[in-house]
Every structure is written in structure tokens, then in C-alpha cells.
């Protein structure tokens, strides 16, 4: 039986740490869902469209990874996909109480739907995408935070602010 995984986020916009644990989790799954979160109550600097282009196009070499957009539960969205297991990354303690409740929320919901967390590398273990969008809107050096391919979209969002 196919291995599938989603690795669900608002990715706004993508970061290294986010494609570390993409690329770790396309070496453990037979097919790995990234799924970009279209109705986040945050008002998200790059439109929906844009974060999933974005993902693709950094993700475009690892032939076992999709990138989609999904609505509503992401129990849904897994059982569209046939997949078993959610991956979320943790960076520190700080984010396992919301991830756990996250998880058990999800168990609750899809008792044959797994979470499981993969430790950030330690390179990555304090970035964020909010980080990424303070230090660009600062005109601050992006590299190695997030992927060259996509450092001068993120600097062109705040060009004429
Ligand atoms: O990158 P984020 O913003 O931390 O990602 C949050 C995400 C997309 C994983 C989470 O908001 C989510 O799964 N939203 C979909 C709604 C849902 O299924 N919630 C869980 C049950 S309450």
C-alpha cells in the first residue's frame, strides 16, 4: 500500500525550515501532499495562488511531492488524498502545546489519521515565515532563511510600501 503524507501550513511564504522537512519527508513517504491553507483568518501577505507557485517552484526537483491548495478540515483534505499520516514540523517546546492540541483535535476527528512531528534542524530551529517577512520588509539579507529562487518575490511584496 502507498506511504501518502500532507504536510498542511499557511506558508506565507515558504522557508528553509519549511522545505527541510518536505524534503525529509519525501525520503519517508511514497507521496507527500503539501497543502496550502486558502481561508486562513490571517490576512496573508502573498495570495493564496501565489504561496502554492512559490512551493512549486522550490520544490519542483522532489518527484514524489504535490503541492495544493485546501478549504475547510484537513482531515477532508487527507481523506481525499488517501493519506494516513499529517507531518508537522516542531522548532522547540513552544510549539508542541498548539501542535499537540492540533493532533488530538485531528485524532478526534479521523481515528485512522496519524500526526507526526519532525524535530526542525537545528539551522532552522527559530525561523518562521513571520521572522522571514520582518527581516525582508527591513530590507535584511534573506539568504539561507529561505530559498534563492524566491528571495527577490518576497523583497518586491514590500517595494513600495
Ligand atoms: O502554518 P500554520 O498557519 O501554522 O498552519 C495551520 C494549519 C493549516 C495546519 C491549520 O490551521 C489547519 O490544519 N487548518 C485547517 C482546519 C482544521 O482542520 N483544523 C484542525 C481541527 S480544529
Do not use: W
Request: net charge negative; hydrophobic share 40%.
Amino acid at each position: 500500500m502507498e506511504r501518502t503524507a500532507i504536510i498542511p501550513g499557511s506558508f506565507d511564504p515558504i522557508t528553509n525550515g519549511h522545505l527541510d522537512v518536505i524534503f525529509r519527508s519525501s525520503k519517508l513517504f511514497d507521496k507527500v501532499y503539501v497543502a496550502v491553507l486558502s481561508n486562513s483568518a490571517k490576512s496573508p501577505l502573498f495570495s493564496l495562488e501565489e504561496r502554492v507557485e512559490l512551493i512549486k517552484r522550490v520544490t519542483g526537483n522532489f518527484e514524489n511531492v504535490y503541492v495544493e491548495s485546501f478549504s475547510g478540515l484537513l482531515v477532508d483534505f487527507a481523506r481525499k488524498k488517501n493519506a494516513s499520516f499529517i507531518i508537522k514540523g516542531l522548532r522547540a517546546v513552544s510549539d508542541f502545546e498548539y501542535e499537540c492540541q492540533m493532533a488530538l483535535a485531528n485524532k478526534n476527528l479521523a481515528e485512522d489519521v496519524e500526526t507526526l512531528f519532525m524535530t526542525s534542524s537545528p539551522t532552522y530551529s527559530y525561523l518562521s515565515s513571520s521572522i522571514v517577512k520582518e527581516l525582508a520588509k527591513h530590507n535584511a539579507p534573506l539568504e539561507n532563511l529561505v530559498p534563492d529562487e524566491i528571495v527577490q518575490d518576497i523583497y518586491n511584496k514590500y517595494k513600495n510600501v
